[in-house]
């Protein structure tokens, strides 16, 4: 799973699952979007233009999974 947050656009894109493509989407909600694969399965949800006034995205809570963290690549220049 892989969360990716746009400051300037105020979105938060939650992946799901990155070895499935994604084939449609729908507003489920206001400024909430699920991407489905061709077999109807949730792979992302996205939150566009308002995720902050969505979520409370100060935080990020993770209970009971088990769970490694991989640290961003870091870009050469």
Known sequence: ????????????????????PEATGAEVAPSIVFHYSENHEVVSVEMDS??????????LRIEGLPVSV?????VAG
Request: without cysteine; neutral net charge; hydrophobic residues 35%.
């Open 1 to 20: 799973m892989k969360i990716e947050y746009w400051q300037e656009y105020d979105a938060l894109y939650i992946r799901l699952r990155e070895d499935v």
């Open 50 to 59: 308002r995720a902050s006034k969505l979520v409370d995205l100060g935080e």
């Open 70 to 74: 991989t640290a961003p690549k870091k």
